[in-house]
């Protein structure tokens, strides 16, 4: 088995933004995924969809079920991340008003892909963009 699924995600599209976590937990749930692993991997889709519509200039979710994984990749078009390690804080955020009357702004989304996920990565760069690559071991 080797499933793959591509979503592109706009900057600040709120009316939209969700349909791609929801249609990946739909597809894991087709797969015949574990509601253990569904739930980690839509936890950390959503919150890496919504930082794609707060915080990028817009970009893709990829997701790959395969035999004994499921990855997801997060890339996006900029603006990058200056401080990594202070993004990945728990509580740090520079959610603006409008993203914050939305309930967003915790500085919690980062922190917790990074939980869910068995493996984490994320590489970013100012003026180039961020890619956050998560594994899921099956
Ligand atoms: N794709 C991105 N591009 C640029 N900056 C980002 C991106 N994702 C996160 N950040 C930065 O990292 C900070 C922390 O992100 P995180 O998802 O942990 O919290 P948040 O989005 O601010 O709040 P929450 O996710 O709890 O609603 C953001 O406030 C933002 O400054
Ligand atoms: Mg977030």
Redesign the pocket.
């Given at each position: 088995m080797n499933y793959k699924l591509a979503f592109e995600v706009e900057r600040g599209d709120f009316e939209t933004a969700g349909d791609a976590s929801r249609k990946i937990k739909r597809t894991l749930q087709q797969l015949g995924i574990s509601n253990k692993i569904i739930r980690k991997v839509s936890i950390a889709g959503y919150?890496g969809e919504?930082?794609?519509a707060?915080?990028?200039l817009g970009?893709t979710i990829l997701l790959t079920v395969a035999e004994k994984e499921i990855d997801l990749t997060i890339e996006?078009r900029g603006?990058?991340?200056q401080d990594l390690s202070l993004?990945m804080t728990e509580g740090?955020?520079?959610?603006g008003d409008e993203a914050r009357r939305m309930g967003?702004?915790?500085?919690?989304?980062?922190?917790n892909m990074q939980k869910n996920a068995d493996h984490f990565q994320i590489d970013s760069k100012v003026g180039v963009g961020?890619k956050i690559a998560m594994k899921f071991f099956l």
């Open positions: 919150e919504m930082n794609l707060i915080h990028s970009g996006d603006p990058g991340i993004a740090w955020s520079t959610a967003f702004g915790a500085g919690m989304g980062l922190p961020t």
